[in-house]
């Protein structure tokens, strides 16, 4: 693939004044800062729509989103916006994938929103996704990861910057065969049941048929359950030699916090984990392997920058959807000020061609062309014992990237003969 290199994103200093507004029962949080006068022209504004989920299993990780992005559009406002224009950032809590849909298409038609970012549930990102598509305007979802919305359901309207199931399941994958815990071992799985986690169950179903992993049990688990005793006791007497979940947010939490009420002797692991979740378990309760796609831990300079102002902004530590909101951001503005255009067209193209962009990680990325999937590196994690954490954010060790740096960042993504996507 041709792969042109472009101008890094700008780091700037922190803002001169900010300005967050809450409207209705969500969160309508409104970035312009850098700009003399009280008001500007319409003209003058590039209006950004970004929806997270701000309540509901989700909530937590939403919340950390919108403080992301809102922490790059000061930076790209106080650098003097984008070709010259405030860029402005709408947050909107998405609910579930009809009002995903429904907000989405209001930001398009009454906003006057250029383009859609955001979200974090597969589900609605689908539903946005399709928005996208009928009114030809480029979405960038930042959160979801199941491999459907790069495959069957992509489109060219819809970039994904976020790693895929089939990522996360590779980078902790790599971590139980070095281990010798896959060969021969019979696992157990517990699986969200909605589109994410079904796709994710597909990825590590076929990982453990291609590492001689037996699958002995799964159980889906609605969204809304908090207690997960029935399922433990099944584990129980299923007696599998490994755990594994594949859950989505506070899911993990609740599961975890009982796993280690119950004392099961078998080890878990997971195929999906955002950091928020991790920390809310508590010491002495999370366990095991697990994939992400960024930790505050990562020694790469800019990345240390990043959570030393944010940190010193908003007087805790970014969480992984912080991280991935504001790189999105800072990726668009970067189309943004290459093209000179807010035009989704010249936009997917500039994104299409293979341009690279500063992540905040050991290697830069870019969008692949025919998927529309951001190539970046991904990592496994395990946890510290107990006795040598210093509080909850201080239970994970990262390990090294995957894949390595003498490998091709592709060769852990789904290769097209393995990925339906027809733009």
Not at 16 to 21: A, E
């Amino acid at each position: 693939m041709n792969k042109s290199v472009t101008t890094p994103l700008r780091q700037a200093g922190p803002p001169s004044r900010r300005t967050i507004l809450k409207t209705g029962a969500g969160l309508a949080a409104t970035a312009a800062f850098g700009f003399p006068g009280i008001l500007r022209a319409q003209s003058d504004v590039i209006q950004i729509g970004h929806l997270a989920p701000m309540t509901g299993f989700l909530g937590a990780l939403g919340d950390y989103a919108v403080l992301g992005i809102q922490m790059a559009a000061e930076e790209i406002n106080a650098a003097g916006g984008v070709t010259g224009r405030e860029i402005r950032v709408s947050s909107e809590d998405s609910i579930n994938p009809d009002t995903g849909a429904t907000k989405a298409q209001r930001m398009i038609e009454r906003d006057g929103a250029q383009v859609l970012l955001g979200e974090i549930s597969s589900a609605t990102a689908l539903a946005i996704s399709q928005v996208a598509a009928r009114n030809k305007k480029l979405f960038i979802a930042t959160g979801p990861r199941s491999d459907t919305l790069r495959g069957s359901s992509c489109n060219r309207y819809l970039f994904c910057s976020d790693i895929p199931n089939t990522v996360m399941v590779n980078a902790v994958g790599s971590a139980l065969k070095r281990d010798e815990m896959v060969d021969g071992k019979k696992f157990y799985t517990l699986t969200a049941d909605y589109v994410f986690g079904h796709d994710l169950l597909r990825a590590a179903k076929a990982f453990f048929d291609a590492n001689g992993g037996e699958l002995i049990g799964d159980e889906l688990i609605a969204t809304d359950v908090t207690d997960f005793s029935p399922f433990l006791l099944k584990i129980r007497q299923a007696q599998p030699d490994v755990v594994c979940a594949n859950l989505a947010g506070n899911q993990v939490t609740n599961l975890m916090k009982q796993y280690a009420e119950f004392g099961l002797p078998f080890p878990i692991v997971g195929f999906n984990l955002n950091t928020a979740d991790a920390w809310a378990a508590g010491p002495g309760n999370l366990s095991g392997t697990w994939p992400t796609v960024w930790y505050h831990t990562l020694e790469v300079p800019g990345s240390q920058k990043f959570v030393e102002d944010f940190t010193a902004k908003y007087g805790k530590l970014p969480e992984n959807h912080a991280w991935i909101e504001y790189i999105s951001l800072k990726m668009l503005a970067q189309a943004m000020e290459e093209t000179q255009s807010t035009d989704s067209e010249k936009i997917i193209d500039y994104f299409e061609s293979g341009a690279k962009f500063d992540i905040l990680k050991a290697r830069e990325a870019y969008f692949r062309g025919w998927d529309h999937q951001l190539i970046q590196e991904a990592y496994p994690f395990t946890v510290k014992p107990e006795s040598e954490m210093a509080d909850e954010q201080d239970m994970l060790v990262l390990g090294e990237a995957v894949p390595a740096p003498d490998q091709d960042l592709e060769s852990i993504y789904p290769s097209a003969e393995q990925n339906p996507c027809q733009l």
